[in-house]
């Protein structure tokens, strides 16, 4: 990559709800100009609903934002956007639909690139597309930096690499529990799941989002079999009644790619899952019981397509819609990864006073894009498509931390 590059990040999609967001973390964290001790810039099609971001963003400053147009269509506009930064930080999804260009300018012209995909099928094309091309490169193309998958990918690392320096072994097996979560989901995010969804009629599509292991290194072969919890079941480990988590098999997939990619540090026969639990009190069973029933109802209905042409026209959030700043404000998560070894357990605690799908998203990519842009002398030397973990490790943890979110680890009961 060129050291001479114009910015340091440039945020693609800056003009809807989640892309704003990581706009309005940027200026209040950091602020403009001379200050933030970089530089950066918004970009996206439309310079109306740009120009209007900019003046609100930088009513306070004397600093004006600069701002790009391009086409998620067009590579040629695209390049002229990648080739001036040294990170592109991109929100626009369906990431199936509007990502697979960026990608592609980004290995072009040598630049970064992080997302918030929950997308398999997305992730899977550009793997078995751009591997090869992105490390040839010294490219870091990382998808799901946003709670898509940044708790679950560096709460596991973490978790690892303590009880590694403990013991000579790995945990075999890791379990997320989600212990407290408050927070609506995007408009985004919705629009995702719809397109995949739409997809998912396709035999190859299906195929992809049923494999465990569908973003592992493509050299490689699948590992053990992995739990897949469709039911409620009491779990000791926590003693609560523990039920099916909407993002279980996303998360779960990035996690195993990092292991892969980093030689099997957490074993070949690694287990790994998520579930959501149920605080032990009465009814929590028939309260488990009830939301796994409308979870398997709300994917029926976005299965078909009249249903979710109805769902997506009616009820669902749209793209650029979003919750009011309180209703953010109010948002939380807190995830404990639990493993045993040897008869003692072993846990991280990843928690944040953010909504998860906003503010608290806007905090993770934004981190994630100034990790990528500077601090690339301390980042791991991993190339291609990669995980947060793979791509920033320690790095990114530490960055984090000092805004705000906790990863906590402890071995006492």
């Not at 930096?145 to 790995?170: A, H, N, R, Y």
């Not at 989901?185 to 995702?192: C, M």
């Not at 926590?238 to 279980?248: A, C, L, R, T, Y």
């Not at 100034?370 to 947060?388: D, F, M, Q, R, V």
């Amino acid at each position: 990559m060129s050291k001479n590059r114009k910015f340091d990040i440039v945020v693609w999609g800056a003009s809807g709800f989640t892309g704003r967001l990581v706009c309005e973390y940027l200026v209040d964290k950091y602020g403009l100009g001379e200050s933030s001790n970089f530089e950066w810039a918004i970009a996206g099609r439309n310079r109306e609903k740009l120009e209007r971001i900019q003046r609100e963003l930088t009513a306070k400053h004397s600093h004006e934002l600069p701002i790009l147009i391009g086409n998620s269509f067009d590579i040629e506009s695209i390049k002229t956007i990648t080739s001036s930064t040294k990170v592109i930080l991109t929100t626009v999804g369906p990431y199936l639909k509007y990502g697979i260009t960026l990608v592609d300018a980004c290995i072009q012209t040598q630049t970064h690139y992080c997302d918030l995909t929950g997308e398999v099928p997305f992730i899977h094309q550009t793997i078995q597309q751009y591997q090869e091309n992105a490390r040839a490169a010294q490219v870091k193309i990382v998808h799901s930096c946003g709670f898509d998958s940044v708790p679950s990918d560096l709460g596991v690392m973490m978790l690892q690499k303590k009880v590694l320096q403990e013991v000579s072994s790995p945990l075999k097996r890791v379990r997320l529990y989600v212990k407290k979560i408050k927070g609506g989901v995007s408009g985004g995010t919705i629009s995702s799941m719809l397109e995949i969804m739409k997809n998912a009629k396709d035999r190859s599509i299906r195929k992809i989002l049923n494999n465990p292991y569908s973003l592992y290194p493509k050299e490689l072969s699948s590992g053990p079999k992995q739990p897949d919890l469709k039911s409620i079941k009491w779990d000791e480990t926590v003693n609560q009644w523990v039920g099916p988590f909407i993002m279980s098999r996303f998360n779960s997939a990035i996690v195993r790619r990092t292991n892969a990619l980093l030689n099997f540090i957490y074993g070949q026969d690694f287990i790994y899952d998520e579930v959501s639990t149920y605080p032990k009190k009465s009814f929590s069973k028939l309260r488990a019981e009830l939301n796994r029933i409308g979870l398997g109802i709300l994917v029926t209905l976005l299965y078909f397509s009249f249903t979710r042409w109805f769902l997506k026209n009616t009820i669902l959030p749209k793209p650029g819609e979003g919750p009011s700043k309180q209703k953010r404000e109010e948002g939380l998560f807190k995830l404990v990864l639990i493993g045993l070894t040897n008869g003692k357990q072993h846990k991280v605690t990843v928690s944040c006073k953010s909504d998860p799908g906003y503010s608290g998203t806007a905090l993770m990519i934004a981190e994630s894009a100034l990790c990528l842009a500077i601090n690339t002398k301390i980042l791991p030397e991993h190339y291609g498509i990669l995980t947060p973990a793979v791509a920033m490790g320690n790095s990114l943890i530490e960055r984090l931390q000092n805004a705000g979110m906790e990863f906590k680890y402890t071995d006492k009961l």
